[in-house]
């Protein structure tokens, strides 16, 4: 290639070949002021334009880049950058493209003059802003087993142009053009996006074929289905969406029409750039002035399109959120939760005396639990202090709040790797049920949303109540009862004790016992029996396998959050049969007010062979892990309790939820608190 060649650019397929006058019926017309202007900011962004000119003996039309002096007259003058071919005849000139954000401004000049240097041009009195061209853009598809590549030369909200290849074109001629194809959008080696389209028209060009597709109008999502969690509003004042369009990458910035914590609506106005079904957004945000910008990666799963009355055309855009940082997503579910309800405040700092008459007032902090805050009260206070003023990724509250007073409160911690405990939660006495009620479903659309975009760290809602408990029995116990299915919802119940460590010398386990850290055969031991008695999700929920992940990067998870999370898990043998297994979870002192989060969790595997005075033995051994005077235990099953006289003070339900039938909860609340509201 010459010098002079080298300065030349093919025309490609994005554009219409100089002698097609259809861009002069495309776009929005402007005048030669706007002409005049376009040329000065070119110029002053020192950035080139395009002069085509017309093709010779049958050759592709040349395109040449120049540099467009300061209009300062009624003719233009530009500045060739390199030495033109011999073969360029100044009679050739046939169209001015200038470059105009993210479209082009295409014109017809008449040529004036021209030398070696350069040449000069009489303006048209209006000109045509089009789209701007889509180069390296290709597409590939199958049909029959044939594959077939070509390159994409225009796209419209309902049309996408794409022309083939010679080869291409040969074998598509003959197949049937009428079936569905699924498409492949291509930039180098870099694949943007898939989306399914159909053949309406099909037109031959020289020796190639241009098809013009219709996109689908949605791609399907698992999120059609879902009810709960998907609720949008209309912010005022209403933020905007920031992405770098894929074909293009253009920066484009559009207001949001409403938003939900997992999608959004756009508006595209017809100069813009369209947006297509599978079209993925890898670097979006959400943004407010310098108020907040929110990070995202989004995918456009839904489009129409209708005219205005001028006829332009108007695309709307359905926009799911793929990722998003759990800070960012957080707060995006503040804001979205605050438009739904003014009330409600999303793990908001809370004034601390407000909090503490709230716990008590309420009940949580009964007279015998007092005695746990009497012992540990400076320590319990600072382990609230940080709970309730800086956000983590391991907790999470909501409280509702009137007239500067918490009313309703609920909250949540990352019990394990893809398991959180929903505790803490309670209303005034004078509260209606409906902020009882309302903070739940809160929480229950908060964890939807959650689930939508990071399903691996909200697989499972755990929650442990007393059977005598009217509220969550009726809710969660009637959900269980309804399902019938303890993969989908599952309730064991085990007796809760506050145990005094009896220090008695250094007493030993009898002959053939001996407690041990538990091995992965004491876990299939305690799976088998567990499957045979209860078939429930507390193995996995429990994480206790650490297949998800190693204890330590929740526990690591907690100290960045300041506070404490360990976990051991012991195993008695009795002649290496393995008879109980024991959970021992270690955590700073009431952050679970019940103590659930501090407590040693065991499992009779044989009752048969377990007995009161082994098990008393393993509790003095372990209680050694808490520095309180007394350590909670749940002991399961109750039965072995009540029939050994193991002396326990309570019952709980572990009530676990796979999240996967989270919307399936959330319609049995409604269903449940209309009915209550129609039996009262």
């Known amino acids: 290639m010459t010098a002079s060649q080298a300065a030349l650019k093919i025309c490609q397929p994005s554009r219409p070949e100089p002698q097609d006058s259809?861009?002069?019926?495309?776009?929005?017309?402007?005048?030669?002021?706007?002409?005049?202007?376009?040329?000065?900011?070119?110029?002053?962004?020192?950035?080139?334009?395009?002069l085509v000119f017309q093709s010779v003996h049958g050759n592709p039309s040349m395109e040449i880049e120049a540099f467009p002096m300061p209009v300062l007259s009624d003719y233009p003058t530009f500045r060739f950058l390199k030495p033109l071919p011999d073969n360029l005849r100044s009679t050739d000139l046939t169209r001015l493209i200038i470059p105009?954000?993210?479209?082009?401004?295409?014109?017809?000049?008449?040529?004036?003059?021209?030398?070696?240097?350069?040449?000069?041009?009489?303006?048209p009195e209006t000109g045509r802003r089009i789209q701007g061209a889509l180069r390296n853009i290709r597409v590939h598809f199958q049909q029959q087993g044939i594959a077939f590549k070509g390159s994409l030369t225009s796209i419209e909200p309902d049309v996408i142009e794409v022309q083939l290849s010679p080869l291409s074109s040969h074998y598509f001629m003959a197949t049937s053009p009428k079936a569905e194809l699924n498409l492949t959008f291509l930039k180098e080696k870099n694949r943007l996006f898939e989306t399914k389209a159909r053949v309406v028209k099909q037109e031959s060009h020289r020796d190639s074929v241009i098809l013009h597709l219709e996109p689908i109008e949605s791609i399907p999502t698992n999120r059609e289905r879902q009810r709960f969690g998907k609720k949008a509003f209309e912010m005022i004042p209403a933020p905007d969406f920031v992405f770098l369009?894929?074909?293009?990458?253009?920066?484009?910035?559009?207001?949001?029409?409403?938003?939900?914590?997992?999608?959004?609506?756009?508006?595209?106005?017809?100069?813009?750039?369209?947006?297509?079904?599978?079209?993925?957004?890898?670097?979006?945000?959400?943004?407010?002035?310098?108020?907040?910008?929110?990070?995202?990666?989004?995918?456009?799963?839904?489009?129409?399109?209708?005219?205005?009355?001028?006829?332009?055309?108007?695309?709307?855009?359905?926009?799911?959120?793929?990722?998003?940082?759990?800070?960012?997503?957080?707060?995006?579910q503040t804001i979205v939760h605050k438009s739904e309800n003014r009330d409600i405040r999303v793990c908001n700092s809370i004034e601390e005396d407000d909090m503490w008459r709230f716990f008590f007032e309420t009940g949580f902090i009964y007279k015998n639990k007092y005695r746990l805050f009497l012992e540990n009260k400076d320590?319990?206070?600072?382990?609230?202090?940080?709970?309730?003023?800086?956000?983590?990724?391991?907790?999470?509250?909501?409280?509702?709040?009137?007239?500067?007073?918490?009313?309703?409160?609920?909250?949540?911690?990352?019990?394990?790797?893809?398991?959180?405990?929903?505790?803490?939660?309670a209303a005034l006495r004078g509260a209606s049920i409906r902020v009882g009620l309302g903070v739940l479903k809160q929480m229950g659309n908060y964890v939807m949303a959650s689930h939508n975009l990071d399903p691996n760290s909200f697989k499972y809602l755990l929650c442990y109540f007393r059977p005598e408990n009217h509220f969550p029995n009726y809710f969660f116990s009637g959900f269980t009862e309804k399902k019938k299915d303890p993969k989908i919802c599952s309730s064991d119940l085990f007796a809760y004790v506050y145990y005094r460590a009896e220090k008695i010398g250094d007493a030993k386990f009898p002959d053939g016992w001996v407690l041990e850290g538990a091995c992965e055969t004491d876990l299939v031991a305690l799976e088998t029996c567990y499957d045979a008695t209860s078939g429930g999700m507390l193995i996995d929920a429990l994480n206790l396998y650490e297949r998800q992940a190693p204890f330590e990067v929740l526990s690591e998870r907690y100290q960045k959050a300041g506070l404490k999370k360990e976990q051991q898990i012991w195993a008695i043998r009795h002649n290496d049969l393995t008879v109980a297994l024991f959970i021992v979870n270690t955590s700073d002192v009431a952050l679970n007010m019940s103590e659930l989060s501090n407590c040693i969790k065991t499992c009779i595997i044989r009752p048969d062979i377990m007995n009161k005075q082994i098990l008393t033995r393993a509790l003095d051994q372990l209680s050694e892990h808490f520095s309180t005077h007394r350590t909670p235990v749940l002991i399961h099953p109750v039965d072995w309790v009540k029939n050994t006289g193991f002396h326990f003070q309570k019952r709980y339900h572990l009530w676990i939820l796979n999240t996967h039938f989270l919307d399936d909860f959330m319609q049995h609340l409604d269903d449940s608190s209309n009915l209550s509201r129609k039996t009262n």
């Open 245 to 332: 369009h894929p074909l293009t990458g253009t920066k484009c910035t559009v207001v949001i029409e409403s938003l939900s914590a997992i999608d959004m609506k756009l508006t595209l106005h017809h100069e813009m750039i369209p947006l297509i079904p599978g079209m993925k957004l890898m670097d979006a945000s959400i943004t407010l002035g310098d108020l907040y910008t929110l990070q995202l990666t989004a995918q456009v799963t839904r489009c129409s399109t209708i005219k205005n009355k001028r006829g332009d055309k108007i695309e709307y855009c359905h926009i799911s959120i793929l990722n998003m940082s759990s800070e960012n997503h957080r707060k995006l």
């Open 379 to 425: 320590k319990i206070k600072k382990t609230y202090e940080t709970l309730y003023s800086t956000p983590s990724n391991v907790t999470c509250h909501m409280a509702y709040q009137e007239k500067g007073r918490t009313m309703g409160h609920i909250s949540m911690l990352r019990y394990a790797e893809r398991a959180w405990l929903v505790h803490h939660h």
């Open 100 to 123: 105009d954000g993210p479209g082009e401004i295409h014109a017809i000049p008449q040529l004036r003059a021209m030398n070696s240097k350069g040449l000069s041009v009489n303006l």
């Open 22 to 50: 259809a861009f002069l019926t495309k776009g929005k017309e402007v005048g030669r002021k706007h002409l005049i202007n376009a040329l000065n900011h070119i110029n002053f962004k020192e950035k080139n334009v395009i």
